[in-house]
Antibody, heavy 121, light 106 residues
Framework: QLLQSGGRLVQPGGSLRLSCAASGFTSSDYAMSWVRQAPGKGLAWVSSLLSGSGGDTYYADSVKGRFTISRDTSKNTLYLQVNSLRAEDTAVYYC???????????????WGQGTTVTVSS | DIQLTQFPSFLSASVGDRVTITCRASQGISSYLAWYQQKPGKAPELLIYAASTLQSGVPSRFSGSGSGAEYTLTINSLQPEDFATYYCQQLKIYPHVFGPGTRLEI
């Protein structure tokens, strides 16, 4: 239901746009997030975009000012623009859909398959 | 920011055992807590949300409890497919950080 693309090998300082195409639901009706996992490490929340056309955005301090989360409602697709990449950004990046109930965020209930970003010269 | 700690970080158990994993937040998070299971090379899966509610399709041997700043995930009668890494995540305020994980091995 979430199909990811865009990851590749990129040099330090480079840029990428990661994509996450939703099917079976309208992604703009839900908060959507990006989570990454460096090789051999745990999960790290990266960014979230709340539902609606003017949904608020949130970023981890480690990526603030370098990464931008956005969505194209016509394509039912979530994006993560990643700029000024560093070696420590090397990771598998997952997109995920938020589950809500009674206005309360419950967690991430649908995940993409992941896309690998490797930052190296 | 809220920090999460998990313990133990590594747990060795056998099929049929009962195990408990603890997640502790740096401040109260009012049950805004989720648990995930991740197997090698796979995306995480949501197990429990709102601290104690089982996600649809998750076996009933998984349960969650807790309040305030401390929460637990319990797995009764471990099955071979349960050997994985488990993460908690707080959803009370951004950033929605994850705990460092507990690796459950045979």
């Amino acid at each position: 239901q979430l199909l990811q693309s865009g990851g590749r090998l990129v040099q330090p300082g480079g840029s990428l746009r990661l994509s996450c195409a939703a099917s079976g639901f309208t992604s703009s009706d839900y908060a959507m997030s990006w989570v990454r996992q460096a090789p051999g490490k745990g999960l790290a929340w990266v960014s979230s975009l709340l539902s609606g056309s003017g949904g608020d955005t949130y970023y981890a301090d480690s990526v603030k000012g370098r990464f931008t989360i956005s969505r194209d409602t016509s394509k039912n697709t979530l994006y993560l623009q990643v700029n000024s990449l560093r070696a420590e950004d090397t990771a598998v990046y997952y997109c995920a859909k938020s589950k809500y109930g009674s206005g309360m965020p419950y967690g991430l209930d649908v995940w993409g398959q992941g896309t690998t970003v490797t930052v190296s010269s | 920011d809220i920090q999460l700690t998990q313990f133990p970080s590594f747990l060795s158990a056998s099929v049929g055992d009962r195990v408990t994993i603890t997640c502790r937040a740096s401040q109260g998070i009012s049950s805004y807590l989720a648990w995930y299971q991740q197997k090698p090379g796979k995306a995480p899966e949501l197990l429990i949300y709102a601290a104690s509610t089982l996600q649809s399709g998750v076996p009933s041997r998984f349960s969650g409890s807790g309040s305030g700043a401390e929460y637990t995930l319990t797995i009764n009668s471990l099955q071979p497919e349960d050997f994985a890494t488990y993460y908690c995540q707080q959803l009370k305020i951004y950033p929605h950080v994850f705990g460092p994980g507990t690796r459950l091995e045979i």
